[in-house]
């Protein structure tokens, strides 16, 4: 079947065959296939599901379909649907995660602490796809590692609240962080689960490109 190349990415190499994506794997894609799974087995089908590996090696995704979040960023990325959806989808794949926490699994990325999930790591609109103005899933697993669940909340808000210089769109950033923060939590209480986003751990984010956000960054109460 035809291979045709999927730009966009930043680091890997990903082709679309039919209705899967292929990419080159890495150490950690075992790992990365056992979230993808814990999560698909959890309900949480917003995210590829892992099919093994093609005779050339390279790991085998299942495709989402709709566009995805890609520069130039489409007007209506900045909709109160798409921090809902977003935001509903990250606390998911969060408490979905939480069976492997403290499993002996090789990461790309560093572990961070407080490890209270297994984290994305790079949760942003050019890792999701967008459809009929929903953001309907998340993918590009490759850089995830335990860690605290603010520092995903941290970097989507960076990039769709947005905090992030490129975002190019008028700021109204301190109402969007709190209304994606309070989706972030509520979906948990709904679900019975109690969010603890502890403000000290807003400290780790030294040295990335989010932590020039959080100084300014006030948990809204309760
Ligand atoms: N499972 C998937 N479903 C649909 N498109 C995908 C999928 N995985 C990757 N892509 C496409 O391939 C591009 C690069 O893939 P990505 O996994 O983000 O790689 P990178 O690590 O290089 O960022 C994405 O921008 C997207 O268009
Ligand atoms: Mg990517």
């Not at 890495?26 to 959890?42: D, I, K, N, Q």
């Not at 769109?169 to 986003?197: C, M, Y």
Request: one cysteine or more; charged letters at 20%.
């Amino acid at each position: 079947m035809k291979e045709q190349v999927l730009s966009g990415g930043h680091s890997n190499t990903v082709v679309r065959v039919g209705e899967t994506v292929h990419r080159l794997p890495g150490p950690w894609t075992p790992a990365v296939h056992e979230l993808l799974s814990t999560l698909h087995r959890a309900g949480v089908h917003e995210v590829p599901e892992p099919l093994g590996f093609d005779d050339q090696g390279r790991e085998v995704l299942s495709f989402m379909t709709g566009d995805v979040g890609n520069y130039p960023l489409p007007d209506w990325l900045w909709e109160p649907q798409i921090l809902q959806d977003a935001g509903e989808l990250l606390r998911r794949v969060h408490d979905a995660s939480v069976p492997l926490v403290g499993q002996d699994l090789t990461w790309s990325s560093p572990s961070r602490e407080p490890i209270e999930v297994i984290c994305h790591n790079d949760v942003a609109p050019y890792n999701m796809t967008l459809v009929d103005g929903h953001a309907a899933s998340l993918f590009d697993f490759d850089t995830a590692s335990p860690g605290p669940r603010i520092w995903d909340l941290a970097y989507l808000a960076y990039r769709l609240a947005p905090l992030a210089e490129d975002a190019k769109v008028e700021k109204t950033t301190d109402w969007r962080l709190a209304v994606l923060t309070r989706i972030v939590v509520d979906v948990g209480e709904a679900s019975g689960v109690e969010l603890e986003l502890s403000s000290s751990s807003t400290d780790s984010h030294g040295g990335l490109s989010c932590p020039t956000v959080m100084p300014g960054w006030r948990l809204p109460a309760g």
